[in-house]
């Protein structure tokens, strides 16, 4: 039998469809969009994706689901964040004072390879996340200008932390949702099964998005 395991999109602004996507094509996963409490309590992990920081961070805000987001964080729920999602995640962001979870124990710099017009795709290799050749794609990304002690840095890229992890807790600058590589979205769904195996039934919930 196979083990079916809900994990949730926000679903309020950005590359959400993407992920969902991405999502569909691993074997024992079901996406799901999240925008209300409800939707979340039945996700056993949860990517924020990348769009506009500021607007995903007023909407999470005026709705409440940022207080919800971040009890079932403190909980151990996984959470993914890409480029917008890294900057929501982030306990400081530099020179901004936009509302943010501050959940992720790193200073995150907006838009720090420039604008619009400054995005590019290159390659690297992330040892911990796949033995293969990875396409980052760079949107407006941010990177990361410090972390704190239990923060593990997965990837940099011309010296710039772009890939960090700290406990059930992901964030990358880039946007592997936009290429066709599923190597970030496997090593999200291994914490997340790692997560779930450890509470064993407290999670076993219902299929969520039927």
Avoid at 64 to 70: A, V
Avoid at 81 to 100: D, Q, R
Avoid at 162 to 174: E, G, M, P, R
Avoid at 191 to 203: G, H
Wanted: charged share 20%.
């Amino acid at each position: 039998m196979v083990i079916v395991i809900n994990i949730g999109v926000l679903a309020m602004q950005g590359s959400v469809n993407e992920h969902l996507r991405m999502l569909s094509r691993i074997r024992g996963i079901n996406p799901c969009e999240v925008r209300l409490e409800s939707d979340l309590e039945m996700v056993s992990g949860l990517i924020l994706p990348g769009g506009e920081s500021t607007t995903i961070g007023r909407l999470l805000k005026d709705s409440g689901l940022d207080e919800k987001i971040i009890k079932r964080a403190h909980e151990g729920m996984p959470l993914w964040g890409t480029c917008a999602g890294m900057i929501l995640l982030a306990k400081e962001i530099v020179n901004e004072n936009y509302f943010h979870l501050g959940l992720m124990d790193i200073v995150v710099r907006r838009n720090a390879y420039g604008g619009q017009l400054n995005s590019f795709i290159s390659k690297m290799k992330v040892p911990q996340v796949s033995n293969d050749v990875i396409p980052l794609v760079f949107i407006r990304a941010p990177w990361v200008e410090r972390v704190g002690g239990n923060v593990k840095v997965l990837a940099k890229f011309n010296g710039r932390i772009i890939a960090v992890q700290q406990n059930n807790l992901l964030a990358t600058s880039f946007h592997p949702e936009l290429t066709g590589d599923l190597s970030f979205h496997q090593y999200f769904v291994k914490i997340v099964e790692r997560y779930k195996q450890d509470k064993k039934a407290a999670l076993q919930l219902p299929f969520c998005g039927g």
